[in-house]
């Protein structure tokens, strides 16, 4: 079972967490939610949650060169509405201070990791990150999720509730999610399947907000997902593996985008 694997990975972490857990940082955060359920800028297919990974199992090393915070000064000139952070160490190489680099652009940030005790949640309030990952595949059970999902609500961080199928949307549901990420890769055997990824998209209902993740590289991708009922997309590896990440969003987007200024970063919570 591969996510048993990142699930004892994770038991050192928690034996820490449990006997030392991080202060929560005070300030307001950026709303993740809303950032994503705002109007798309004029030409792009829809918004794109834009991630920074060193490296993954399947992939192996994809950039170990490029930082945290270059990764989301450039996201953020190339288009990006949010960006997703992966602090899992031992198979993708990431940390938990990787957060805190990055927040410096403004981007709203998902933590992306394998978080399936309240210590990771309560964990997470010690850092900039404006969501959080859950998956249903690793935590198969409505009521568990319900308590994550409103544990991190409780301290402004939203929860995305990943599934791969149809019977763990529902489960997702039970869990009252608002924010479903579909993702193509089948955690178990690693293999990808975007068209399926797309026909769940039909069961999309109103007020959900919906996002596509794996195997997602070429605007046509993009274009497909929004078509398909999707309001964002998440992409990693197509970006860091880019030459530069910031020229290859903005293609992905339709052009060119000429950079912003970057905002005053928000008090730390």
Not at 156 to 179: N, P, Q, Y
Not at 189 to 197: A, I, K, L, S
Request: proline residues 6%; charged residues 25%.
């Amino acid at each position: 079972m591969n996510l048993q694997r990142f699930i004892d990975a994770k038991q050192d972490e928690l034996a820490a967490l449990r006997r030392q857990m991080p202060a929560p940082r005070d300030g307001a955060r950026p709303d993740f939610l809303a950032a994503l359920s705002s109007p798309s800028r004029e030409g792009q297919p829809l918004h794109v949650i834009a991630e920074f990974k060193r490296s993954s199992p399947s992939a192996g090393v994809i950039n170990d060169r490029l930082s945290p915070a270059d990764a989301a000064a450039q996201y953020r000139a190339g288009g990006a509405t949010c960006m997703s952070v992966l602090t899992e160490e031992r198979y993708f190489r990431g940390h938990l201070n990787d957060l805190d680099a990055a927040a410096a652009a403004g981007l709203p940030l998902l933590r992306k990791d394998f978080i399936f005790d309240e210590l990771q949640v309560r964990q997470s309030f010690a850092t900039p990150a404006s969501a959080l990952l859950l998956i249903v595949a690793l935590t198969p059970d409505a009521a568990r999720l319900r308590g994550l999902r409103e544990l991190a609500e409780s301290s402004g961080i939203h929860a995305v509730v990943e599934v791969f199928t149809e019977s763990e949307l529902e489960l997702a549901r039970l869990s009252g999610a608002r924010i479903i990420q579909v993702n193509a890769r089948n955690l178990e055997t690693f293999r990808t399947d975007r068209e399926e990824g797309l026909k769940l998209a039909r069961l999309r209902r109103p007020g959900e907000c919906w996002i596509a993740a794996s195997a997602m590289s070429t605007r046509i991708h993009l274009q497909e997902a929004r078509q398909a009922g999707y309001q964002a997309a998440l992409i990693g590896t197509a970006l860091m593996s880019a030459l530069s990440p910031q020229q290859a969003l903005a293609s992905l987007l339709g052009g060119d985008i000429a950079t912003p200024a970057l905002s005053a970063p928000s008090k730390p919570r």
